[in-house]
């Protein structure tokens, strides 16, 4: 019984370790690159709007050329921009133009984050845990570990409080 119990572990284990981990870290990159999408239309939204409340009519800074080469660079008109729309695309835009462009932009990566906030983008994550749960369990049940554990559980993605499980 005890060599079954060993083989079922292993199983377990490398089905977590081959498929659901890979899964799982690409959600995350996923979910990141979301996330940084976010972050630049949030940046370049709020520049935009700096700009327009100042008044700035000309501007000097500095520009990265790649691999963290910079040079200066002097703009004689700010009221028109480039915005990168994708693809390799640059367009160019009025501040009111890029504004709503970057509203458009911004909720539909809004609607990305909701997608990966919701419970049936948590299912590899929650599958992940129930099966790491029960290669916990049956070790326990070998008695190579401690029969109790602290385990955190996720709702519709809030976390709640942490509980200790006697196995």
């Not at 910079?70 to 890029?98: C, N, S």
Request: net charge negative; glycine share 4%.
């Amino acid at each position: 019984m005890d060599s079954y119990i060993q083989e079922k572990i292993h199983k377990f284990e490398e089905f977590v370790d081959g498929h659901l981990k890979p899964q799982l870290v690409r959600a995350i990159a996923e979910r990141d690159k979301v996330f940084e999408q976010q972050k630049i239309f949030s940046d370049l939204r709020r520049s935009i709007e700096n700009l327009e409340k100042n008044s700035v009519t000309n501007l000097r800074t500095m520009v990265n050329l790649g691999s963290e080469v910079y040079m200066q660079a002097d703009v004689p008109d700010t009221q028109r921009i480039f915005v990168d729309v994708g693809l390799g695309f640059h367009v160019e835009f009025t501040w009111t133009e890029a504004l709503n462009f970057i509203a458009l932009r911004e909720e539909k990566i809004a609607r990305s984050v909701r997608g990966f906030e919701s419970c049936s983008n948590c299912r590899q994550r929650n599958l992940y845990h129930s099966v790491f749960f029960n290669i916990y369990e049956l070790k326990v049940y070998c008695n190579h570990l401690p029969s109790f554990i602290i385990c955190t559980w996720e709702s519709d993605g809030q976390e709640s409080e942490k509980k200790i499980l006697a196995l």
